[in-house]
């Protein structure tokens, strides 16, 4: 293809769109910040691979010869005692699998391989691994100490960051700031806490290490990445791509030592690709929201679904991914194909010249600093016009040398339709043909309850099979997507909510426990599955079919213990709601004294446990009856009324732990009291999330959310009952 159309770039050290002009003529060169590999890569760190593989096809599909590197991060990076606790994960993993760590490395680059491949995405020329390329790591560390830019101090060698005047240049933090992007603690060998280490002193029991001038150690973080570079490309590359979150520190560092070594540019174009969030949060471990393309296929989508989903965004923004937004995809490119499919089925009288125009325009769009939604909605115009089928075919083939979306995949083959269900559609067929449509439309629905689609036809019902993915139209997505009754009048006297994550046995004798004490109240009982395994979700169902006073909410995905509450809290009709911790069983008369002590005014959220603070940093759990300054998860009680006057929960509380204390807080702001009753009848058995939760993973998770409820709450001591009375 001719370069008719210029390739303009946003140029993250500009901040601007640029027009690209190579380094060399007619050649790219594409640096990528690859994976660590020790864990399954998430499609959030997908998403800026593809960001790279659009790029690199456009170049490719420009006429322009192509070398792509894309690094493999196998080395650990951490200290001895933080290997102890388990923060190097390459190693940690190793040693709890009983394998060594190139084992564990080589596991995992090898399924990030078969994930890029499922994607679409072009393998990269070269994919040099970190442990292979040592020996350059330690020359460009002594090129720097011999240029003045290191320092070295008991074995470790710095890199001094107040020498490189233009430190900062590409994240545009200023050196008052800087200091807030380092990842470690303060480290007390260095000169200046924004400088950051080239090579790290072995210290005693590390087992990945190399010889050095300095001693025994291993490489730091941004250092591999400026030595591969140099090695595989050049001093002087094209395009340096990754996500956002590597624009500081590490590719601030990346330019710093690159740039002092070589004394030159380092790269032309840097392009980062931004966050794809879930349930709008940004999607990571420590968040608990990430998806893998395993768990997609496990929920029958194609990967490439969400490649094509990824389309429909620009690169440079945020994307919030929810299982909904993919069924969409999946069903858009599915269309598409079925469209280019049947493309040479519909000839007209058109000639080329539009078929010019619209190759044009994708082209253009796509040289447009990637504008993917723009070719795609370019696609779509093709493939819905009349342009003759051959035009047509040709035009949507040369479009996906860039989009890779496989438009010319055929559908698998159709598995034998069972005889039961091919005998209802002649019976269907029947009925349809004396007019009895009523009676036709109920056998569609026994067919569609038995796995299959049937749609009308020429020669009567056709039968196609519901995929996995397209049952799941009625899952909520996030607490978004039920209606909010809050504004409406009161229909019952209670709502009972539960919402449930994991263990079917604890949730049914939580629901069978509440059941029976609700018996001749005017009550409704509303259960979120939050996540729950298939046949647990099931056996709601048919739970919800034989009690009218229960609703089952299914969540496509596990939405955050606050997102799943607060579906009860929109879709809730009682005048009280009384939510319930699959941990707790009801063994008598709840209800009652609950009402009596929400019946004073004064009285916000009731409960049977609670905890009491002096200072908000510390709290202790209640041991009698009264007043508390937080009431605790597990069973909590208040007026609907309260939360339109305080609001819904807050969603960032994805673990459950501490998200009581922030409704408890929040209901103190409004003058309420918070009481518990240590008489009600109930008793707490071992809760599954916390148990099934590992220890590192508690601790980690916890504190996360309670510096959440310092950074909101930490001021407010006037609040706490000791300091009210």
Known sequence: MQRATPIRVFNTLTRRKEDFVPVESGRVKIYTCGPTVYR????????????ADWLRRLLEAQGYSVKHVKNITDVGHMRQDMLERGDDKVISAALAEGKTPEQIAAHYTEAFMADESKLNILPAHEFPHATTNVPEMVDLTRMLIDRGYGYVVDGNVYFEVGRFSEYGKLSRQQSAGLEAGVRVEADPLKRDQRDFALWKAAEEGRMLKWPSPWGNGFPGWHIECSAMAAKYLGPE?????????????????????????????????????????????KMAKSTGNTYEVSDLEKRGFEPLAFRYLCATASYRTRLNFTVKSLRGAQQALLRLREKLSHSDQRVTKKGGKEGDRLREEFWGALADDLSLPKALAVAWRVARSGLPGPVKRELLMDFDRVLGLDLMARSPSTPAIPTEV???????????????????????????????????SKNGTALFPIPAWAGMDEAVSSSGDVNSFLNAPDTVEFTVGIVARRGCAELERCITSARQWVDGLSAEILVVDNGLEEACGARLDGLAASDGRVRVFHADHFLGSAAGLNVVLKQARGRYIVTLDTSVEVRGDIFTPLRNLLEDPRIGIAGRWGVTSQDLRSFEEADSSGDVDAVEGYLIA????????????????????????????????????????????????????WAATPEEERERLSKRNFYRFLRKWGERSDLLVAQTR
């Open 422 to 456: 091919e005998g209802l559609a002649r019976e269907r067929d029947g009925l349809r043909r004396r007019k009895a449509y009523p009676e036709a439309d109920a056998i569609r629905e026994r067919i569609r309850g038995m796995g299959y689609e049937a749609r009308d």
């Open 638 to 689: 208040f007026r609907r009324e309260l939360v339109n006057e305080i609001g819904l929960l807050d969603e960032k509380y994805r673990f459950y732990r501490h998200l009581d204390l922030d409704y408890s807080l929040a209901t103190r702001t409004a003058g309420c009291r918070l009481v518990i009753d240590a008489t009600l009848p109930v008793v707490r058995h071992e809760h599954l999330e």
């Open 237 to 281: 590359i094209d395009f340096h791509t990754g996500g956002v979150d590597n624009i500081f520190p590490h590719h601030e560092d990346e330019i710093a030592q690159s740039e002092a070594a070589f004394g030159r540019r380092h790269v032309r174009y840097w392009m980062h690709g931004q966050h794809l969030l879930v349930d709008g949060l």
């Open 40 to 51: 399954y890569a998430h499609i959030g760190n997908l998403r800026s691979y593809l960001m």
